[in-house]
Nanobody, 115 residues
Framework: QVQLVESGGGLVQPGGSLRLSCAAS????????WSWYRQALGKQRELVAQ???????NYADSVKGRFTISGDSAKKTSNLQLNSLQPEDTAVYYC?????????WGQGTQVTVSS
């Protein structure tokens, strides 16, 4: 069984920063891709950022230059640094891991940007 646990969410003022973390545990042999998604209230879940095992990154246009993803497959952890946060970044942020043909999701962590 594989578990992903996100942490680091919270309430932050516009312009502030947060660092989200995702830790994988259980019977997962290798991690091919770490991804972070978000889902705002009433909206569809969207891809925010992802990083492959070779280090290739991909970001949504809305977060380029503000968010930075990292992944350590040996430690089975990923971080998402969120800078210059805006109210429109408010959402539940989810970590996803692709391992072989399988995808695993965390339960999500709430990020609220408000003054």
């Amino acid at each position: 069984q594989v578990q992903l646990v996100e942490s680091g969410g919270g309430l932050v003022q516009p312009g502030g920063s947060l660092r989200l973390s995702c830790a994988a545990s259980g019977s997962i042999l290798s991690i091919n891709v770490w991804s972070w998604y978000r889902q705002a209230l009433g909206k569809q879940r969207e891809l925010v950022a992802q990083i492959t095992s070779s280090g290739t990154t991909n970001y949504a246009d809305s977060v380029k230059g503000r968010f930075t993803i990292s992944g350590d497959s040996a430690k089975k952890t990923s971080n998402l640094q969120l800078n210059s946060l805006q109210p429109e970044d408010t959402a539940v942020y989810y970590c996803k891991v692709r391992s072989g043909l399988s995808n695993y999701w965390g339960q999500g962590t709430q990020v609220t940007v408000s003054s």
